[in-house]
């Protein structure tokens, strides 16, 4: 059992293109790119792990099965046979034991199949409040940029810091 002060450590089980098909900005990516937008939902999901999980985990559905580390975010892709509905299922049930497991779907079936063993379900808009909630904290945390010194965080508008990522990452 992964236990700090006799809490479960969180993890968190993300539903991938649940998740992009939810999210307005991934959603007008995956347009044009797929591949762009699970990038940018584990780039975003990377920014706040060490603040908020002690793991994450990306389910997406996949031909071939595929296990990946991505700046400190595991990426699943489920094989053939498989969807990712029901790997979240096993990995929720699985990690339940050991972990304070979330999952984030805005899927019905998997928010039942999810919470009926336990894990705490945040659908898309949750999860996304969550993120936003954690970067106000992190902002006041690090103090005004008069106190801390001048972070571009605090005075560069959010689509230029994405495009930076975006550039970063390439």
Do not use: C
Not at 12 to 32: E, Q, S
Not at 105 to 128: C, K, N, P, Q
Request: glycine share 6%; hydrophobic share 45%.
């Amino acid at each position: 059992m992964v236990v700090l002060n006799g809490v479960k450590m969180p993890i968190l089980i993300v539903d991938g293109y649940n998740i992009i098909g939810a999210w307005d900005k991934l959603k007008a990516l995956k347009k044009n790119d797929m591949g762009s937008a699970r990038d940018q939902l584990v780039a975003v999901l990377a920014a706040f792990r060490p603040w908020s999980w002690k793991r994450i985990i990306v389910v997406f559905d996949g031909q071939e099965f595929a296990w990946d580390h991505i700046d400190g975010v595991e990426v699943v892709f489920t094989g053939s046979r498989e969807t990712a509905d029901t790997m979240i299922e096993r990995l929720a049930a699985g990690l339940a034991a050991s972990y304070e497991v979330e999952v984030a779907t805005s899927d019905f079936a998997e928010y039942r199949a999810s919470s009926s063993v336990g894990a705490t379900v945040l659908s898309a808009a949750a999860l996304r409040e969550r993120l936003n909630q954690q970067r106000e904290r992190y902002r006041r945390h690090l103090g005004s940029p008069q106190k801390k010194g001048l972070m571009l965080n605090n005075i560069l508008a959010e689509s230029v810091l994405d495009a930076l990522e975006r550039i970063r990452r390439s």
